[in-house]
């Protein structure tokens, strides 16, 4: 019986494994977590006292601990399964500074996301001036692209992965 959750925590250096813990609880009865760190990330593993509170978590992507969001995968997971969270990304440019990720949650379940993320300078640790959303297939990942959204009244642009180093020099 596997009891444990993993979760790859983007940068959440700001946060301690009690504080992890209690947002995994909303979920369950998280007893245990632990952290550790791997290049500029941390990890947590999660552990449940009960099993079926990890299969919630093939439906959530992502959970949002003091306005982060904290990217989960369940430790039980193949190689295949880890990489479909992975494989229907589109970015969102132009996104004032200073926002955490609660404050595009909206706009992620509008569009359909399963996760967003914004990630961070390596240098200053500031938010860059875009985010990721994953999507759980392609067909609505295109669906979504197709929206024009706006955020506090300023048009934001998808792009694709790829184009991520382009758009700090543009929005930076
Ligand atoms: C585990 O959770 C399930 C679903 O919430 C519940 O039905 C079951 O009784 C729980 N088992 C234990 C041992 O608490
Ligand atoms: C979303 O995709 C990015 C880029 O491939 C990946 O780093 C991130 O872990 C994914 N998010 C989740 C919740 O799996």
């Known amino acids: 019986m596997k009891k444990s959750l993993c979760s790859l925590l983007t940068f959440s250096f700001f946060l301690n494994e009690t504080q992890i813990r209690q947002a995994f ?3 369950g009865n998280a007893v245990k977590c632990k952290l550790t760190t791997r290049n500029y990330y941390y990890n ?3 552990q449940f006292s009960n099993t079926s509170s990890i299969t919630q978590f093939d439906d959530i992507w992502v959970i949002i601990c003091l306005s982060n969001s904290l ?3 369940p430790a039980s997971y193949s190689k295949t399964q880890r990489d479909i969270r992975r494989e229907h990304v589109a970015i969102f440019a132009g996104i004032p500074k200073n ?3 609660a404050d595009l949650l ?4 509008h569009v ?17 001036p875009y985010a990721y959303l994953n999507f759980s297939s392609f067909e609505s990942l295109k669906a979504a692209k197709e929206l024009t959204i706006a955020f506090r009244n300023k048009g934001l642009s998808w792009h694709s992965p790829n184009e991520a180093k382009n758009l700090c020099h543009v929005y930076g």
Do not use: D, T
Request: some cysteine.
């Open 99 to 101: 926002i955490k990720e």
């Open 25 to 27: 609880s909303r979920y």
């Open 106 to 109: 909206k706009i992620a379940l």
């Open 44 to 46: 947590a593993h999660v």
């Open 71 to 73: 990217c989960i995968c």
């Open 112 to 128: 359909n996301a399963k996760a967003i993320n914004i990630p961070l300078s390596y240098n200053s640790y500031k938010p860059k």
